[in-house]
C-alpha cells in the first residue's frame, strides 16, 4: 500500500536561517507531488507542484523552493525564512492530476 | 478561475443529529470533487471522491452527492459522534488540473 511520510512533525526556526521539509512517497512510482501551506485560520494554499523528476512548478512567488531529486522525494527549502513563512505545511500525492490527493501529517513552522 | 466556497463556516450539534455540509464551486466542468477531514493540528484525512459521472459516494454514516449543473456537494453525516468533531474540506479539479480548495466548515458534536 502507498504511504506517505513528512518530517519534521514540528520546527522552531530564527528568522533569516535555512530551511528544508522533506517529504517521500512509498509503494507508487511517478505520483505527482505537492507542497501546500496552512496559515492559522486560513486555507490551504498550494505553494508546489512536481509531475516528474525536476519537474517543479510554483503557484505562488516567494521565499521558498521546492526540489525534486529522486522520483519519490520532494523537498521545500528557503534560504532565509521570514517571520511570514510560519504555517502548516503538507506534503500529499496523487497518481495523475485530479486523481484524488492523499496528504502527509504535516510540519508546523514557527519562525520567531 | 475555479471558487469554491463551504456553508456554514462553523457547525456545532448535539450528539446523534443528522447533519448536513454544504460545498459550491462557480465552474461545474469538474473531474472529480473529494471531501477531507482534518482534525486540529493534523493533516488532511480523505473521506470520500467522487468522480464526475457519478453522483454520490458513501462510507459509512457519509454521503457525499454532487450535482455538477448546480455547482454543489452536500455531505451528509448521519447520527453524529463527538469524534466527528473536526474542519471539513471539499476540493474540486478539472481534468488534469490541481485540486482547488474550499475554507472548510469546521463542526463541533457536543456530548
Known amino acids: 500500500s502507498q504511504t506517505i511520510h513528512q518530517w519534521p512533525a514540528t520546527l522552531v526556526q530564527p528568522v533569516g536561517s535555512p530551511l528544508s521539509l522533506e517529504c517521500t512517497v512509498e509503494?507508487?512510482?511517478?505520483?505527482?507531488l505537492y507542497w501546500y501551506r496552512q496559515a492559522a485560520g486560513r486555507g490551504l494554499q498550494l505553494l508546489f507542484y512536481?509531475?516528474?523528476?525536476?519537474?517543479i512548478s510554483s503557484e505562488v512567488p516567494q521565499n521558498l523552493s521546492a526540489s525534486r531529486p529522486q522520483d519519490r522525494q520532494f523537498i521545500l527549502s528557503s534560504k532565509k525564512l521570514l517571520l511570514s513563512d510560519s504555517g502548516f505545511y503538507l506534503c500529499?500525492?496523487?497518481?495523475?492530476?485530479?486523481?484524488?490527493?492523499?496528504f502527509g501529517s504535516g510540519t508546523r513552522l514557527t519562525v520567531v | 478561475k475555479q471558487e469554491v466556497t463551504q456553508i456554514p463556516a462553523a457547525l456545532s450539534v448535539p450528539e446523534g443529529e443528522n447533519l448536513v455540509l454544504n460545498c459550491s464551486f462557480t465552474?461545474?466542468?469538474?473531474?472529480?470533487l473529494q471531501w477531507f477531514r482534518q482534525d486540529p493540528g493534523k493533516g488532511l484525512t480523505s473521506l470520500l471522491l467522487?468522480?464526475?459521472?457519478?453522483r454520490e459516494q458513501t462510507s459509512g454514516r457519509l454521503n457525499a452527492s454532487l450535482d455538477k449543473s448546480s455547482g454543489r456537494s452536500t455531505l451528509y453525516i448521519a447520527a453524529s459522534q463527538p469524534g466527528d468533531s473536526a474542519t471539513y474540506l471539499c476540493?474540486?479539479?478539472?481534468?488534469?488540473?490541481?485540486?482547488?480548495f474550499g475554507p472548510g466548515t469546521r463542526l463541533s458534536v457536543l456530548p
Open positions: 476540493a474540486v479539479a478539472g481534468y488534469g488540473q490541481n485540486f482547488v
Open positions: 500529499a500525492w496523487s497518481v495523475v492530476h485530479s486523481f484524488g490527493y492523499t
Open positions: 512536481s509531475v516528474g523528476i525536476g519537474q
Open positions: 467522487i468522480q464526475s459521472s457519478q
Open positions: 465552474d461545474s466542468a469538474i473531474y472529480n
Open positions: 509503494g507508487t512510482s511517478n505520483p505527482n
